[in-house]
């Protein structure tokens, strides 16, 4: 009789336990409640940040992968990665994007530009040093720039380069003989000059790539461009801060500070003194799929055919 004993008392004990268990799994439900209403209130307490992402590489669509002698470069993928994420960040009220690049690759512009006009905050660009080319195109996506009077900026142009080693290998007594499908096959080959038609072609994708450049700077910086000045500038000079400003190209000259203050007025963070302002730094770090293949390898955006031996690279630049 001992073990039908032992039997039963189980059996009371069962209601016991599954009361216990569904007690448990109910404390469990509400304590992921109140995490997520504490997460979501979390800014309501604490206040809003100005976030600030340092863009002060050359943009490439390869990055440089870290290295135990270097932290790398982020790629295009990298920067428009940490940008993205920004609009799930209830705490970023505004974001500022401090500039020293003289831009990069033409694909690589498009990612981070595409970036940031993605963003669904408001945005402030401050150029440091140098917001050159497509630097400026990305800048130009930003609701406000503010530039130091002795950056440099401008740069509105497209540059592709060529490299026409033929009559040294002719001196040194090196014949390259290529079989091709096409007479344009190997335009832009370091083994041959550049004949007039391999200029017409390049020079019409150049033209199609500034044409563009141009209308993106039309379009984001509208009734604040001086339309005779900005025509003069596309032949792609450089300009100091202070004569971006009288084209148009930046709202005016300033610090850091006056870029974190103008982000914190646009989102509507309220503060009496600018110390006050919190400021949290975004970190934009290479990933170790960026390729790491020297610099023409980084800067290249695309090889024409027959270029086996030299990369071309079509650039922001």
Do not use: W
């Not at 304590?31 to 976030?51: E, Y």
């Amino acid at each position: 009789m001992e073990p039908q004993r032992k039997f039963e008392k189980q059996e009371r004990n069962t209601p016991q336990i599954l009361k216990t268990a569904l007690l448990l799994a109910a404390i469990f439900v509400v304590l992921i409640l109140v995490f997520i209403a504490a997460t979501s209130l979390l800014p309501s307490f604490m206040g809003r940040c100005v976030a600030v992402v340092h863009i002060d590489t050359e943009l490439t669509t390869q990055g440089e992968a870290p290295s135990l002698f270097s932290a790398g470069e982020p790629s295009s993928t990298d920067l428009a990665t940490a940008i993205n994420g920004l609009n799930q960040r209830d705490d970023v009220g505004a974001v500022v994007f401090v500039f020293d690049s003289p831009g990069g690759d033409v694909v690589a512009t498009h990612e981070v530009y595409n970036a940031v006009k993605g963003l669904n905050k408001p945005t402030v660009s401050y150029i440091r040093e140098m917001a050159a080319s497509g630097a400026y195109y990305v800048a130009s996506g930003t609701n406000y720039i503010i530039s130091d009077p002795d950056a440099i900026t401008g740069s509105i142009g497209v540059v592709t380069t060529f490299t026409d080693m033929s009559g040294l290998l002719e001196k040194v007594g090196v014949n390259v003989t290529s079989v091709a499908s096409g007479d344009e096959k190997e335009i832009g080959s370091m083994y041959r000059p550049l004949s007039d038609e391999d200029y017409n072609i390049t020079y019409a994708i150049v033209s199609q790539v500034f044409e563009e450049f141009e209308h993106i700077v039309v379009q984001n910086r509208g009734t604040r461009l001086n339309s005779a000045l900005f025509a003069q500038v596309l032949d792609g000079r450089i300009l100091s801060g202070t004569q971006a400003v009288q084209v148009g190209l930046v709202d005016q000259t300033g610090t850091e500070q006056d870029a974190i203050k103008k982000a914190a007025d646009m989102a509507g963070i309220s503060y009496t003194d600018p110390s006050q302002i919190s400021v949290c730094d975004i970190p934009v770090t290479a990933s170790d799929d960026d390729a790491s293949g020297g610099i023409l390898g980084s800067l290249s955006l695309f090889r024409l055919p027959g270029m086996d031996a030299q990369q071309t690279q079509l650039d922001y630049k």
